[in-house]
């Protein structure tokens, strides 16, 4: 597990002013990466760095060679149009190119001319995926999601008995997971009407996002081997947001047996940003299993997962739509949630995923599961805020919604801070709803 080391230093300072105002996602403690280009250029993508509001260009940066050893091989890698080859050099890499990133970006560093010349502002840049994603599983691993959602597709049955014993998972879709901005077409599926006998093909009417973080794979595992809950954090190389987009209409209709399907596989939005398990270090918590509850198998506890295998991450969604951004009103929040409350460990999951010989590679891309929290107000989803569309959410332009109409944007977003520790931020997710395309 990551450490606490001189990167995380509260007190450090970069000669970019915009990091050091302790207010934006992006100081020199964070450090996340990303894949970018100028926009509206057809420049190749290229790993970056956010800090303050810069991008620092890493394929510039690698070609000063102001970097040396490890963080340089790291550097280099980085500079590929995806941090897969990044992700597949492990922990040491990493490491190396954050500590060498965090001096050179300080207050007296030496390197602070050729730094400046490989920065970008970022509302000049465009993202890109971050990773070529070869696999992408969705888990489950909020109770509170689980138990909500169950009582409205099963009141009598809401939480399933398997759930408490094993972390629940499906096979998703990683083809049309997009980076925030982007704008897709309301999903038209098979929906059986209330009260019907036959289904019929038209565009859902309950659109819904769910509030996740992404799990982004570094080193991947041989197919047939297994990833231990004590290995299980260096196959890690970082998080970002997810928004699982779900059509509640096509789901209810078809996720029987076999699970989710075209209710979910539309679209994916994850933020650009992927925020590393060691710029977390200062956030971990503990986990714990009440004892009425059944306690893990053997092969996913350990002291040190129930000793710092949470992470303490505030998140956030918020609605805009078409009527806000006429008005010029800010987008308005839905929900406010803390990761800490997960039933299920990252570490967790990747061992899960493992144990039966699956090989994760680098660059595939784990979703968390919708994150709500113990309370009605932390729910992570619109079907459960609405008690399945039943309570309105009103909002301050005095417009109502049950579930998403065209034209809405949800954007999500999450920090961590506490005494003694600088403030990070994740950036955002930001995703569209537009018309379903003609019939
Ligand atoms: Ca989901």
Same mark, same amino acid.
């Given at each position: ?5 001189? &990167? ?9 002013? #915009?990091?050091?105002?302790?207010? &934006? ?16 250029? #057809? ?34 890698? %980085? ?22 990133? #965090? =001096? ?6 030496? $390197? ?10 970022? $509302? +000049?840049?465009?993202? *890109? ?7 992408? &599983?969705?888990f489950?691993t909020?109770?509170? !999601?689980?138990?909500?959602? *169950?009582?409205?597709?099963?009141? +009598? ?11 629940? @998972? ?15 077409? =309301? ?24 509030l996740e973080l992404g799990i982004f794979? @570094? ?8 990833? &231990? ?9 970082g998080v970002c947001l997810l928004n ?14 076999? *699970? ?10 994850i933020s650009?940003?992927?925020v ?27 002291? /040190?997962?129930?000793?710092? @295998?949470?992470f303490?991450i505030?998140l956030?969604?918020?609605? /805009?739509?078409? =009527? ?15 990761y800490? $409350?997960a039933?299920?460990?990252l570490?967790?999951?990747?061992? !899960? $995923?493992?144990?039966? @010989? ?7 891309l784990l979703g968390t599961g919708t994150l ?8 992570g ?19 109502? =919604?049950?579930?998403?109409?065209? *034209?809405?944007?949800?954007?999500l977003?999450a ?11 994740f950036?955002?997710s ?6 379903? %395309?003609?019939?």
């Amino acid at each position: 597990m990551n450490q606490i080391n001189e &990167t995380h230093d509260a007190a450090l300072k970069s000669f970019i002013e #915009s990091a050091n105002d302790g207010l &934006t996602d992006f100081p020199l403690q964070n450090l996340p990466f990303a894949v970018f280009r100028r926009a509206g250029t #057809s420049e190749t993508f290229r790993g970056g760095v956010a800090i303050g509001d810069q991008v620092l260009d890493l394929a510039a940066l690698a070609a000063k060679s102001v970097l040396a050893g490890d963080a340089a091989a790291a550097c280099t890698a %980085a500079s590929e149009s995806t941090l897969n080859l990044l992700m597949a050099m492990g922990l040491p890499a990493w490491s190396a190119l954050r500590l060498a990133l #965090s =001096r050179a970006l300080r207050v007296g560093s030496a $390197h602070e001319p050729q730094i400046r010349a490989c920065l970008l502002a970022q $509302h +000049d840049v465009e993202y *890109g995926i971050p990773a070529q994603i070869g696999d992408y &599983t969705d888990f489950y691993t909020s109770v509170y !999601h689980a138990t909500n959602i *169950g009582r409205l597709f099963r009141p +009598d049955n809401p939480l399933l008995p398997n759930y408490k014993w094993v972390p629940i @998972g499906y096979h998703g879709r990683a083809s049309s997971v997009a980076v925030s901005g982007q704008s897709f077409p =309301r999903p038209v599926g098979q929906i059986m009407p209330p009260g019907a006998t036959e289904p019929v093909l038209a565009p859902s009417k309950r659109m819904d996002y769910e509030l996740e973080l992404g799990i982004f794979v @570094g080193q991947g595992n041989a197919l047939g081997s297994r990833v &231990t809950i004590a290995q299980a954090e260096s196959h890690v190389f970082g998080v970002c947001l997810l928004n699982d987009w779900s059509a509640r209409d096509l789901q209810a209709w078809e996720y029987q047996p076999l *699970g989710p399907f075209l209710a979910k596989n539309f679209a994916t939005t994850i933020s650009p940003w992927i925020v590393t398990l060691e710029a977390l270090a200062p956030y971990r918590a503990g986990w714990t299993r009440v004892a009425e509850d059944p306690q893990p198998l053997p092969y996913l506890d350990s002291l /040190e997962n129930r000793q710092q @295998g949470a992470f303490d991450i505030q998140l956030e969604v918020l609605i /805009e739509t078409p =009527r806000m951004r006429e008005l010029e009103l800010p987008p308005e929040r839905l929900c406010l949630t803390n990761y800490r $409350h997960a039933y299920w460990t990252l570490s967790q999951l990747v061992t !899960h $995923h493992t144990v039966n @010989g699956c090989n994760l590679q680098p660059g595939d891309l784990l979703g968390t599961g919708t994150l709500s929290g113990p309370t009605a107000t932390e729910a992570g989803a619109l079907i459960e805020l609405t008690v399945g569309g039943k309570q309105p959410v009103a909002l301050s332009t005095g417009e109502s =919604r049950t579930f998403l109409e065209d *034209g809405d944007a949800v954007i999500l977003r999450a920090h961590c801070e506490k005494p003694g520790a600088a403030r990070i931020g994740f950036g955002q997710s930001y995703g569209r709803i537009s018309p379903a %395309a003609a019939l």
